[in-house]
């Protein structure tokens, strides 16, 4: 089974899904460890509640950006990580990880890329009256959400939609969306 870790910075509810999915033998693939990058953030309660070793490493305890992702790849090294699945981790990944895991690091946005990249994804489809909007999960290259596309998913905004409510549909299809697309990607 592939070795994977799975770099978050917020909730975590991708990372449940991806967790849940694994535990009712949907996706093969052993979760090996979590990088978070947020003091406080729920996915570090999340990931000592399943018993995934779990680390905290906060940039601002580095002095550069390069320091920084070396501490991550000490760990990643030190699990013997395949694959990466970036699940809400608010960051851009920079060469140091890159060269290490190319074409092995995966993410996921709400939004149809190229469509809407970037920070606040959902505030930005409802700021432009789009019909429908949408989920991708996408390789990671250097640049903001512009990897090659591996899967998509529409959904559609609806009248008077708000952005809680537009979030909790991208969710939905998300938590479905990610563990299938893993499976596919890393046991086909
Ligand atoms: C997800 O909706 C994910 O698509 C988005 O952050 C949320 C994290 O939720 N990612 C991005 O916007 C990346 N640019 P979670 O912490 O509950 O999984």
């Known amino acids: 089974m592939k070795k994977v870790a799975i770099f978050a910075s917020g909730n ?4 449940q899904a991806i967790t849940d999915a694994v535990h009712n033998q949907k996706l093969h693939i052993h979760i090996s460890c979590v990088i978070c990058d947020r003091p406080g953030a729920f996915v570090l309660e999340r990931a000592k509640k399943e018993n995934i070793p779990v680390f905290l490493i ?12 070396s501490a991550i ?9 395949d694959f990466i699945a ?9 060469p140091t990880i890159l060269n290490s895991y190319e074409r092995k690091i995966v993410n996921i946005h709400p939004s149809l890329l190229p469509a809407f990249p970037g920070l606040d994804a959902i505030g930005q489809s409802l700021k432009a009256g789009v019909k429908e909007t949408g989920v991708t999960i996408h390789y990671v290259d250097e640049g903001m959400d512009t990897g090659q ?40």
Do not use: C, D, W
Request: no cysteine; glycine share 6%.
């Open 73 to 81: 790849l000490e760990k990643l090294q030190a699990f013997q990580i």
């Open 149 to 188: 596309v591996i899967a998509q998913q529409t959904v559609e905004i609806a009248e008077g939609e708000t952005k809680e409510s537009l979030q909790k549909k991208i969710q939905v299809i998300e938590h479905q969306l990610y563990p299938e697309t893993l499976e596919k990607l890393l046991n086909s």
């Open 86 to 94: 970036l699940a809400g981790y608010m960051r851009l990944i920079g």
């Open 58 to 69: 906060n940039p601002k305890s580095y002095p550069s950006k390069i320091a920084y992702e």
């Open 12 to 15: 975590g509810s991708n990372f």
